[in-house]
């Protein structure tokens, strides 16, 4: 009986594999649906995208729209990224869905990837899945859809952070774009951060999980604090939207929606795309940065001013020769 089982199984499998087809770059593929009216090229297509792939033991989504933001792309497959979805867009048609399989090798090979990594490793494959949602007819119909896909997300990102610290029983104040702050101590209310201050502030940033991303504070023993000036747009926005609920000395969480933090990009696998975040932040300093140095047209900031001006008064010799 084991060795039928045995047999059953394997013939469930080789069945299984060969219901994928592969393209000429050796995209492994599968279609699901009956649409009789498949994409064509220069069409404006609505569709969910997923990619995957082992991270160590586990999967791991590197990108995903399903639940969000849908893409939209305008089909053309022989522009589309070989050894990639595009590839076989044009078997497609509204309602279908696809999986497909990209080999790690392959795309070294393509030089779609630099290297070999921790992630990409040797061997590896990338799963993913589509699903097509819609067609459009024009651009404009595309941007107008989009935009309503748009606020959508950002609306139910923002419950969800509600709904979070609301389970948790925790109190904060809102920001006008919807950042979440848990206020433990404001700080100096004489020197609070604001539009063109510099704020050093030590970190721990982590998923809506408990998950720890990035930190400057390691097993308790704090770092060189991160310094930004609110307002030089050199952090996600959540950032410069909670800081300026604090004074120098502050220290509480920041409950960030995704589209206020790193949003359908994410930065996997350590921060999927769509991810909420919260960031404790403890407030070192509040200063004023020193203006940035003026140049004038046609010099070097970094030539000895002593140097400058001997190169100057050449230039006057010399126009004063021509003329």
Request: glycine content about 8%; hydrophobic content about 35%; charged content about 25%.
């Amino acid at each position: 009986m084991k060795i039928i089982n045995t047999i059953l199984a394997a013939a469930v499998l080789l069945a299984s594999c060969n219901q994928y087809e592969k393209t000429k770059s050796g995209l492994a593929y599968k279609i699901t649906g009956s649409s009789k009216e498949k994409l064509k090229q220069g069409q404006f297509v609505k569709l969910n995208i997923e990619y995957k792939m082992k991270v160590g033991s586990k999967d791991s989504i590197l990108k995903t729209t399903f639940d969000h933001i849908p893409a939209y792309i305008q089909v053309d497959s022989a522009r589309g990224g070989k050894h990639d979805f595009p590839e076989v867009i044009t078997k497609l048609g509204v309602g279908d869905k696809l999986d497909f399989v990209m080999s790690i090798d392959t795309l070294k090979k393509l030089q779609m990837i630099p290297d070999y990594n921790n992630i990409f490793t040797k061997g590896g494959v990338i799963k993913g899945r589509v699903e097509v949602i819609k067609v459009f007819a024009t651009e404009p119909d595309v941007n107008a859809d989009y935009q309503k896909e748009i606020e959508t997300e950002k609306q139910k990102e923002i419950k969800a952070v509600e709904s979070f610290v609301a389970k948790k029983g925790i109190k904060t104040q809102k920001t006008p774009a919807g950042v979440l702050v848990e206020i433990e101590n404001a700080g100096d209310s004489q020197n609070k951060i604001d539009s063109g201050k510099q704020a050093s502030v030590y970190y721990k940033g982590s998923l809506e999980n408990g998950k720890e991303f990035d930190s400057n504070i390691k097993n308790g023993v704090k770092g060189q604090p991160f310094n930004l000036v609110i307002g030089s747009h050199s952090v996600i926005p959540g950032w410069e939207e909670g800081l300026k609920m604090f004074g120098k000395g502050g220290k509480g969480k920041l409950y960030i929606p995704a589209f206020l933090a790193y949003w359908a990009q994410g930065m996997p696998p350590a921060i999927p795309s769509f991810s909420n975040l919260v960031f404790e932040i403890e407030i070192a300093d509040v200063t004023t940065p020193a203006p940035a140095a003026t140049v004038q047209p046609g010099t070097d900031p970094n030539t000895n001013p002593a140097l400058q001006e001997q190169i100057n008064k050449l230039k006057q010799q010399a126009q004063q020769q021509h003329h």
